[in-house]
């Protein structure tokens, strides 16, 4: 269960970008204690932020039942963010919010962020904001085939990455 040890170096050091990647017999079932009681709702449950990068199989490539543990769906359903809410639109809320403060706001509400990315410009960019947000949260980033990252078609070309 090597993601207790991330998760505990994630939480003591904010200025890291840790990152645990669940590959060849270190799946994701071996962890989901740990996924579960610490990841999940660590900080609603002991006020700790946890900036680590989840790197999970998305299971979908029929290697078997020990390569599927990592479905998308299950860490969704984990998600304490509503979907139906608007946000900016409580009572109680500054009106002069910015779209930006806003968008801040229900980033450090919510308990985790999840992506399904598809470029490496999108790795780029979504490894960037989880180092430079004011706050940290568990990021859950779904790899599918590996193979995507490799065709000329989707490669960016590198000076768009910085602007």
């Not at 610490?38 to 002991?46: A, E």
């Not at 979908?60 to 998600?79: D, I, K, N, T, V």
């Not at 490496?120 to 990021?139: D, E, G, T, V, Y």
């Amino acid at each position: 269960m090597n993601v207790a040890f991330e998760v505990g170096y994630s939480a003591y050091n904010h200025n890291t970008l840790t990152m645990w990647e669940a590959q060849f017999g270190d799946f994701c079932n071996t962890c989901q204690v740990a996924i579960d009681t610490i990841l999940s709702s660590g900080q609603t449950k002991w006020g700790r932020q946890v900036g680590l990068v989840l790197l999970l199989p998305h299971g979908m490539e029929g290697q078997g039942p020990e390569h599927s543990s990592a479905r998308l769906e299950r860490f969704l359903e984990l998600c304490d963010d509503d979907c139906v809410h608007m946000p900016g639109k409580e009572s109680g809320v500054p009106s002069g919010e910015t779209v930006e403060e806003i968008m801040t706001r229900q980033l450090f509400e919510i308990n985790w962020i999840i992506c399904n990315l598809t470029t490496s410009a999108n790795l780029f960019h979504c490894l960037r904001r989880q180092i430079h947000m004011p706050f940290r949260k568990p990021l859950v980033r779904h790899v599918s085939t590996l193979s995507i990252f490799i065709i000329p078609i989707i490669e960016p070309d590198i000076n768009r990455l910085f602007n």
